[in-house]
Structures are given as C-alpha cells and as structure tokens.
C-alpha cells in the first residue's frame, strides 16, 4: 500500500508560479513511477507530467516548457513546478504513483486556481 499526500495548491495570477509537492509513503519501494494529473469541473482527469524512478519525465503538450517534475528520492516526494500558468491550468492536481504490478494509487488532490 502506497499513501500519497499532496500540498501546496491555492489561488495564483496568470502569468505566475506554484508548486505542488507529493510525499509518499509505504511501498515506495515497489513504485514504478510517479506522477500527476488534473480535472477540471465537468472534464477528465488527464496526465500532467510523470517520472519513472530512472528519472525519465514525460509532458502533457499543454504544459511542455512551463510545468517541470523533479523528485527527490531521499524524502519520498515528487514535485510539481508550475510557472507561466494560464486560467485552464485551474483544475484539482492529483498526485499518482504506479507500482511494478501496473496498481494505481491516488492523492486526495489539490485545487490550483489560475485567475486572468
């Protein structure tokens, strides 16, 4: 079992920057990657930027040169820089880890609001 906690959201301009952050906890160990999505009201959740734990990163186009994902295995924890933001960034940020056995686990989420 894998326990994910996201912080760092809330209300920021277009134009500025965020970071979300994710600690994970348990059998970190059995992870294949990590990772975040989005979902705005009324879309799906969509894949945001990823990274394998041999440190392969992978965008959505849409935010390809903006957002970049690190992690830092010594504390368990994946990070989520998002600068130039646009009003369609507003959405709730997930994080998400995958094990070597393809199971998903999810964070509780995080809203980030871009206002114009």
């Known amino acids: 079992q894998v326990h994910l906690v996201e912080s760092g959201g809330g209300l920021v301009q277009a134009g500025g920057s965020l970071r979300l952050s994710c600690a994970a906890s348990g059998s970190i160990f059995n992870l294949n990657a990590m990772g975040w999505y989005r979902q705005a009201p009324g879309k799906q959740r969509d894949m945001v930027a990823r990274?394998?734990?041999?440190?392969?990163?992978n965008y959505a186009d849409s935010v390809k040169g903006r957002f970049t994902i690190s992690s830092d295995n010594a504390k368990n924890a994946v990070y989520l820089q998002m600068n130039s933001v646009k009003p369609e960034d507003t959405a709730v940020y997930y994080c998400?880890?995958?094990?070597?056995?393809?199971?998903?686990?999810w964070g509780q989420g995080t809203q980030v609001t871009v206002s114009s």
């Open positions: 990274i394998t734990v041999g440190g392969t990163t």
């Open positions: 998400h880890a995958i094990n070597r056995q393809a199971y998903n686990y």
